[in-house]
C-alpha cells in the first residue's frame, strides 16, 4: 500500500501566520492528493481533492499544490479556527491511506 | 442535506462479532460508493471496507478490503434501504477504534461526507 508521510508533525505558529505542511508518498499518486482537517470529537472535514481544487465552502486562505510524490497545503493566514489536525489521503489505489497528521497548535 | 448515521458499535470481547450500520439520506443512494474508515483514538485514520454500487457489477457491488480484515469482515449494502453494512467477525483489539461511514459524492474516490462515527472497544 501507499505510505504518506507528513511533515512537521507540530506545527506552532500564531494567528495571522503562514502555515506549510508536507505530505511525502512512497510512490507516484498523480495528484490523488486530498486534505482534511479534524477538530477533536469531529469527523474530518474535506478541504483540497486532486491536489489543488477547494471543496465546497472552503475558504480561499486554504491552497493545496504539488503533484507526484511530493505536496503542500497552505493557510496563508492562519485564523483562530484553523488550528486543528491536517491529514493527507491518497485515491490513487485501494486501499485508500492517509498521513499519519500535522497537529496546528496555536503558539 | 447529506446525511449518515452510524449504529451498532459497542464494547466486545476479542474473539467477538459486531455488525455496524450506516443508514444514508439526502442523496441517490443506489448510485454511491460507500465506504467505511477507521481510527483509532488518538490516532490517524484507515480505510477499511468500500462497497461499489450494483451497476459497477457484482451481485450486491464489488467489494474492497484493507489487509488487516480481509476474511474477517464483509461489507453489504441494501439499496432498498439506503443502508450499508459492516459485519465484524473474530475482533482483536487492534480493531478498537472509531468507525466511520463515508461516501464520495462529487468525484470518486474523494471521500467528501463522514458520519459521526461509532466507537468500537474489543476488550475482555
Known amino acids: 500500500e501507499i505510505v504518506l508521510t507528513q511533515s512537521p508533525a507540530t506545527l506552532s505558529l500564531s494567528p495571522g501566520e503562514r502555515a506549510t505542511l508536507s505530505c511525502r508518498a512512497s510512490q507516484t499518486i498523480g495528484d490523488y492528493l486530498a486534505w482534511y482537517q479534524q477538530k477533536p470529537g469531529q469527523a474530518p472535514w474535506l478541504l483540497i481533492f486532486d491536489s489543488s481544487n477547494r471543496a465546497t465552502g472552503v475558504p480561499a486562505r486554504f491552497s493545496g499544490s504539488g503533484s507526484g510524490t511530493d505536496f503542500t497545503l497552505t493557510i496563508s493566514s492562519l485564523e483562530p479556527e484553523d488550528f486543528a489536525v491536517y491529514y493527507c489521503h491518497q485515491r490513487s489505489t485501494w486501499p485508500p491511506t492517509f498521513g499519519q497528521g500535522t497537529k496546528v497548535e496555536i503558539k | ?124
Not at chain 2, 15 to 28: D, M, P, W
Not at chain 2, 42 to 56: C, F, P, Y
Not at chain 2, 94 to 99: G, L, P, R, S
Open chain 2, 1 to 124: 442535506e447529506v446525511v449518515l448515521v452510524e449504529s451498532g458499535g459497542g464494547l466486545v470481547k476479542p474473539g467477538g462479532s459486531l455488525r455496524l450500520s450506516c443508514t444514508a439520506s439526502g442523496f441517490s443512494f443506489t448510485y454511491a460508493w460507500m465506504t467505511w474508515v477507521r481510527q483509532v483514538p488518538g490516532k490517524g485514520l484507515e480505510g477499511v471496507a468500500r462497497i461499489k454500487t450494483r451497476s459497477d457489477g457484482g451481485h450486491g457491488g464489488t467489494t474492497d478490503y484493507v489487509a488487516p480484515v480481509k476474511g474477517r469482515f464483509t461489507i453489504s449494502r441494501d439499496d432498498s434501504k439506503n443502508t450499508v453494512y459492516l459485519q465484524m467477525n473474530s475482533l482483536r483489539t487492534e480493531d478498537t477504534a472509531v468507525y466511520y461511514c463515508t461516501t464520495e459524492l462529487q468525484v470518486r474516490g474523494v471521500i467528501d461526507y463522514w458520519g459521526q462515527g461509532t466507537l468500537v472497544t474489543v476488550s475482555s
